[in-house]
């Protein structure tokens, strides 16, 4: 059930955004990236999985059902790593729910927008190799951010600080950037703070406008989430 009301918010906001958008209301010669947009409910419906995982993590400390756990299996990397599995499938499977759905949504609403082929709009679809790969590197990209909230929850003492921490690193970065005046720096900020980075995955029209590469976006989120906790 909550797996369902999170992608329905990913899958709405994208909805939102596609339907909101009209090729007659566009700058000529018109480059919006419509894979993009139409996957941008990502942005917001990420906040969910990345709770999910936290609690994942943060519960079974707090009420300290971890013990059990711990002297049943008293390797401690095996309880971390069959937890971060467990999790990044959850991501994964939600991850490809919410792409589908965006995907489906931003194709049934941007043709009737005047986004069609005639228009320079390909009907979004994954035999499109740039749509593929902004599919595929989503859903990666949530199960990255799942990893990344689990990977917080075990160094973090409680539940509150560690979805706080997690949601500013998720989106204070490029709060902070809109501050710095110097542009090399706001182009450092974005190309390596965790969402920005991770999300350039799904640009498919000027490519070099973004401030890093697609895959090498993934590899700078992949390298977020802590690996040791020293909780017992």
Same mark, same amino acid.
């Given at each position: 059930?909550?797996?369902?009301? !999170?992608? !329905? !918010? ?29 996957? /941008? ?16 993590? &943060? ?5 300290? &059902? ?41 194709? &049934? ?7 069609? /082929? ?38 973090? @003492?409680?539940? /509150? ?12 970065? @490029? ?15 974005? !190309? ?32 977020? @989430? ?7």
């Amino acid at each position: 059930m909550a797996d369902a009301a !999170r992608h !329905r !918010r990913t899958v709405g906001f994208g909805l939102a955004i596609t339907g909101s958008l009209g090729y007659t209301h566009c700058d000529l010669p018109c480059t919006l990236d419509t894979t993009k947009l139409s996957l /941008a409910g990502v942005r917001l419906g990420q906040v969910g999985i990345l709770v999910l995982a936290v609690l994942a993590v &943060t519960a079974e400390y707090s009420t300290r &059902t971890i013990q059990p756990t711990l002297i049943a299996v008293p390797h401690r990397f095996l309880v971390v790593l069959g937890k971060l599995a467990v999790l990044a499938i959850l991501g994964v499977a939600t991850g490809v729910l919410a792409v589908a759905g965006s995907l489906a949504a931003g194709a &049934t609403m941007l043709p009737g927008n005047g986004f069609t /082929a005639a228009h320079g709009f390909p009907a979004l679809s994954l035999a499109d190799d740039l749509t593929r790969r902004a599919a595929i590197g989503t859903v990666l990209y949530i199960g990255l951010i799942t990893l990344l909230g689990a990977g917080l929850g075990f160094p973090l @003492p409680d539940t /509150a600080g560690a979805v706080t921490a997690a949601l500013a690193l998720l989106y204070g970065s @490029p709060v902070v950037a809109m501050f710095v005046s110097d542009p090399t720096w706001q182009h450092r900020i974005h !190309r390596f703070s965790p969402m920005d980075a991770g999300l350039a995955i799904q640009a498919t029209r000027n490519l070099a406008a973004e401030h890093i590469g697609p895959w090498a976006g993934l590899g700078v989120l992949s390298l977020y @989430p802590p690996r040791r906790s020293s909780r017992g």
